[in-house]
């Protein structure tokens, strides 16, 4: 699975507070809607996110480091 950039760095401006908890209420909030981010890829990020707080990760500090984040981690759970 791949995430378009484009919908990471919205994701990455639209989470003012820089955390993984917060990025994971913002997910949720796009979920069901008919435009924007695919609810299937908003399903596996949450998952995702959820784990990245668990383990403490810091918080990207860019959309560039984001999509790194992402994509690490979703090689390990469609691997």
């Known amino acids: ?6 919908d990471v760095v919205q994701l990455f401006n639209e989470n003012k507070q ?7 209420s913002i997910l949720q909030q796009h ?6 981010i ?3 890829i908003i399903d ?4 995702v996110t959820r784990r990245l707080e668990q383990m403490n990760e ?3 500090g860019s959309p560039d480091q984001m999509q790194r984040v992402f994509e690490n981690e979703l090689s ?3 691997a």
Not at 1 to 6: A, L, R, S, V
Not at 18 to 24: A, F, I, Q
Not at 31 to 36: F, P, R, S, V
Not at 44 to 47: F, G, P, V
């Open 58 to 60: 810091p918080y990207p």
């Open 1 to 6: 699975m791949h995430i378009p950039h484009d």
């Open 38 to 40: 695919e609810d299937s």
């Open 76 to 78: 390990k759970v469609t």
């Open 31 to 36: 979920k069901g809607k008919a435009e924007g």
């Open 44 to 47: 596996t990020l949450l998952i």
């Open 18 to 24: 820089k955390t993984w908890s917060s990025l994971h």
